[in-house]
């Protein structure tokens, strides 16, 4: 039986990485930029789940000047990479969109966070962030019966 998505990890703690992208690099050189924004508010909500064990990690899983249309991202090859190794155990984003805009990219992720057990929370998408979630089974298997996955 799967672990129900508000399940801790080791140690009690569940491993929060913070993924952040934003399409251009125009004003990424300011001194607080959409990068930031987005990374402030998914720490404010880790934070309100410490209760649960919920810890942010330290790494910076930032992807600037990249689209969302391909997953081809250097930060989001390291945050799948350290998903797999174990590293991490939930993916926080503040919205879908900033971790894909590809129907068949979500599913991917989809069956690496499955393989993992691990799960994913979108700050303004809170139909996407559970396992099983009737939005999130839709989009992965329209993908596969499209041949996209």
């Known amino acids: 039986m799967k672990k129900p998505a508000t399940a801790t990890r080791r140690n009690g703690t569940v491993r929060c990485a913070i993924y952040t992208r934003k399409s251009s690099e125009e004003g990424l050189d300011q001194e607080f930029n959409s990068l930031q924004a987005q990374r402030e508010a998914c720490e404010a909500f880790i934070h309100s789940q410490r209760q649960e064990g919920?810890?942010?990690?330290?790494?910076?899983?930032?992807?600037?000047?990249?689209?969302?249309?391909?997953?081809?991202?250097?930060?989001?090859?390291?945050?799948?990479?350290?998903?797999?190794?174990?590293?991490?155990?939930?993916?926080?984003?503040y919205k879908i969109d900033r971790l894909t805009r590809s129907l068949a990219d979500f599913a991917k992720i989809v069956e690496i966070l499955d393989a993992r057990d691990a799960f994913?929370?979108?700050?303004?998408?809170?139909?996407?962030?559970?396992?099983?979630?009737?939005?999130?089974?839709?989009?992965f298997w329209r993908a596969r019966s499209e041949g996209a996955v």
């Open 54 to 93: 919920w810890v942010c990690l330290r790494a910076a899983y930032d992807d600037g000047g990249f689209s969302g249309a391909t997953m081809d991202r250097p930060a989001l090859q390291q945050l799948l990479a350290d998903l797999t190794a174990g590293r991490v155990d939930t993916i926080v984003v």
């Open 120 to 139: 994913h929370h979108h700050l303004s998408d809170q139909e996407f962030q559970h396992p099983g979630s009737a939005l999130r089974s839709h989009a």
